[in-house]
């Protein structure tokens, strides 16, 4: 079993490409499916970000917002 769950340090404003993201996120995906052992791979929706003061510079709205679409989106 592959459990990927990816976005939230990709979701800093400095690091942050959607277009990259969701293809590099496909990419990891098929190399695992590809593998001789066929795991299960099961994509993971980071959880929502709480915090009041981010002193990690993820950025909330990217967190909350788009990682919940484009996951699924990922997955299909």
Known sequence: MVVLMFGSNDSKVYQWQEDLF?????????HFLRSATKPN???????????????????QTII??????????IAE
Do not use: A, G, M, W
Not at 22 to 30: L, N, T, W
């Open 22 to 30: 969701q293809k590099d996120y496909y990419e990891i995906c098929k």
């Open 41 to 59: 791979v099961y994509l993971v929706i980071p959880p929502p970000l709480y915090l009041s003061e981010n002193k990690f510079k993820f950025n």
């Open 64 to 73: 909350n917002e788009r990682l919940p679409i484009l996951v699924p989106t």
